[in-house]
């Protein structure tokens, strides 16, 4: 499984530029070619999300969006 880690431009919607997609891009299908890439997405920024913690009975959800993106996946 690859994991790609959220930013600070992924959490505000910011594309990468075009040279680094071309380069995801022809990475990807070259996984895939090779019968290794099963599926892969990106995710919405955490301001369209929640984290949810379940304690025994209790349920607490916390909407986004979250300050430390560094704890955030952006796509898998």
Do not use: C, Q, W
């Not at 930013?7 to 594309?15: K, L, P, Q, R, Y």
């Not at 959800?61 to 796509?75: M, Q, S, Y």
Request: overall charge negative; aromatic content about 4%.
């Amino acid at each position: 499984m690859m994991i790609v880690k959220a930013g600070t431009d992924s959490e505000a919607g910011v594309m990468p530029d075009d040279r680094l997609i071309e380069a995801i891009t022809k990475y990807n299908e070259e996984l895939a070619k090779a019968g290794v890439l099963l599926a892969l997405t990106g995710l919405h920024p955490s301001a369209k999300g929640a984290r949810m913690k379940l304690s025994g009975e209790k349920r607490t959800v916390i909407d986004g969006p979250f300050a430390e993106t560094k704890d955030l996946i952006g796509g898998y």
